[in-house]
């Protein structure tokens, strides 16, 4: 017996690429039902990676949508788009929208989502920008257009891709990263070293091992003052300081939250509510290790949908192996399975990029591919076999 009913009504919050997906999943497992998909921007769902790196640089056309919009016949759902969720009863099985209707369902798949992180006191200032929607990309564009430069606080990959995409405009750039190299927190030594030269190479000035002190202008942000005691001058400011869960929504409603504000998912995307699901950014599934954690990457949002629709249908899916990328000018950083700063054992240089394998002890954990994109599916059978360090040396070098 399978967790859904064929007349059941099922309700997917956040028309992003997770909830698209979840929905797209239903429907190719057969479920006939009625499905509504619940979205906050007015824009049918659209991909994210583009907006710092097409929308950011102005090659754009417009939102590259995951569905092309005269599509949505085919999935035969409503859509709900310009409405945001306000609240939760999962004993009535019933979600609040902000127009005071009260939408009922019996499975709730919830693809909520996150919102970029400020820095105290920045909310608000004229110049400061986050980038998460369409929009922002397209005020952001305009912004560093105008001004000629831009400040990355951040020196993740989407700090790093902003960074890149503005340079490649002919903008001044500064990056701030209060760690000691750029991606740090993921990477070992020796691809963070590769990161930074490439970035030092194309002109941008990194403010490494320090953090911003405070916001400076009145109205307008006009610069930045940093720990170490430097001062940029900065009339635009992108914060990509990472994101918070968008589950503030759901206090009180039963669905269990992490400390960090996810989900509590298990394995499946299961939440402690009966009948509700989560997937995406704001889900924290539990891992072969028993912890709950997040993972931020567009590869996981759709596998996580897959999983979640496989489960109510009875067709399970198999879970796909984490994987990540961001483009930084020509070069592509790709990352299959864990990896950690801490697991790096050792780097290979592969043609005209480098090649990290991550392990504990003798087991391959996970692969760092830095311009060496013929090596990723080697490295997925690799790890999917579960191989040891030796073996995958042997199959990359010979």
């Not at 760690?179 to 970035?199: D, K, Q, Y």
């Not at 307008?220 to 503030?248: F, H, I, K």
Request: glycine residues 12%.
């Amino acid at each position: 017996m399978t967790a859904l009913e064929q007349t059941d009504r099922v309700v997917v919050v956040g028309a992003g690429l997770a909830g698209l997906n979840a929905v797209e999943a239903l429907r190719r497992s057969g479920f006939p039902g009625p499905v509504t998909l619940l979205g906050q921007e007015q824009l049918h769902p659209y991909d994210r990676p583009p907006l710092s790196k097409q929308v950011l640089q102005g090659s754009a056309a417009g939102p590259a949508y995951l569905r092309p919009p005269a599509d949505y016949d085919e999935l035969d759902l409503e859509l709900l788009l310009g409405r945001r969720a306000t609240g939760l009863d999962t004993g009535r099985r019933v979600v609040h929208l902000d127009d005071g209707t009260a939408l009922p369902y019996d499975v709730l798949v919830l693809a909520v989502g996150a919102a970029p992180r400020w820095l105290p006191g920045a909310e608000g200032r004229q110049g400061v920008h986050v980038l998460r929607t369409y929009d922002d990309g397209v005020r952001l564009h305009d912004a560093v257009r105008a001004a000629g430069s831009l400040a990355v606080v951040g020196g993740g990959p989407l700090g790093l891709e902003a960074a890149a995409s503005a340079r490649m405009t002919g903008a001044r750039v500064d990056l701030v990263e209060q760690l000691a190299g750029p991606m740090a927190a993921v990477l070992g030594p020796r691809l963070v070293a590769a990161v930074t030269a490439l970035h030092v190479a194309a002109g941008i000035s990194l403010h490494l091992a320090t953090g911003v002190a405070g916001v400076l202008g009145t109205d307008r942000v006009s610069g930045l003052a940093l720990t170490d005691g430097t001062t940029l001058e900065a009339p635009v400011v992108l914060l990509a300081l990472g994101v918070v869960p968008s589950t503030s929504w759901l206090d009180g409603s039963g669905v269990e939250l992490l400390p960090d504000g996810a989900v509590r998912c298990d394995a499946s995307g299961r939440t402690s509510a009966p009948g509700v699901w989560a997937v995406g950014d704001a889900a924290g599934w539990q891992d072969q290790t028993g912890r709950h954690r997040r993972i931020e990457h567009w590869t996981s949002a759709v596998d996580q949908a897959a999983t979640v629709a496989g489960e109510l249908t009875g067709t399970p899916t198999p879970r796909g192996l984490p994987y990540s990328w961001s483009d930084q000018y020509a070069s592509t950083l790709q990352v299959v399975g864990e990896v950690g700063p801490h697991t790096e054992v050792e780097v290979h240089p592969i043609g005209d990029g480098l090649l990290a394998l991550h392990a504990d002890r003798d087991r391959l954990l996970g692969v760092v591919a830095l311009d060496a994109r013929r090596q990723v599916g080697r490295a997925r059978k690799l790890l999917r076999a579960g191989a040891g360090v030796d073996e995958a040396r042997e199959a990359f070098l010979r």
